[in-house]
Nanobody
Framework: QVQLVESGGGLVQPGGSLRLSCAASGRTLRNYVMGWFRQTPGKEREFVAAIAWNGGGTVYADSVKGRFTISRDNVNTVALQMNSLKPEDTADYYC?????????????????????WGQGTQVTVSS
């Protein structure tokens, strides 16, 4: 069983930056894609970014491309650096993992494909 714990959320002004982290425990996440999703009340959980198990392949939602960067510090830790934040980035952010031995990750990821989830961390972008 994989446990995921997010940290780093908070309140930031528009244009500011935050760095989210997700630490996994319970097993090594070699051969697992890790991703970030976000959700606001009344809306479906939406894909933000994902990274292959070796950190070599990444994919982003169009809404965050060029502003957010996903990275894998080691096989069990993933970070999301968020720059130039906008009020519409306000959401609960979730870390997730799914098994995939591929070193590339393509296309928008579906939450339904991920079977391990963290509890979420809140990000509020407001002046």
């Amino acid at each position: 069983q994989v446990q995921l714990v997010e940290s780093g959320g908070g309140l930031v002004q528009p244009g500011g930056s935050l760095r989210l982290s997700c630490a996994a425990s319970g097993r090594t996440l070699r051969n697992y894609v890790m991703g970030w999703f976000r959700q606001t009340p009344g809306k479906e959980r939406e894909f933000v970014a994902a990274i292959a198990w070796n950190g070599g392949g990444t994919v982003y939602a169009d809404s965050v491309k060029g502003r957010f960067t996903i990275s894998r510090d080691n096989v069990n830790t993933v970070a999301l650096q968020m720059n130039s934040l906008k009020p519409e980035d306000t959401a609960d952010y979730y870390c997730a993992a799914r098994w995939s031995p591929s070193t590339i990750v393509l296309g928008r990821q579906s939450p339904a494909d991920f079977d391990s989830w963290g509890q979420g961390t809140q990000v509020t972008v407001s002046s």
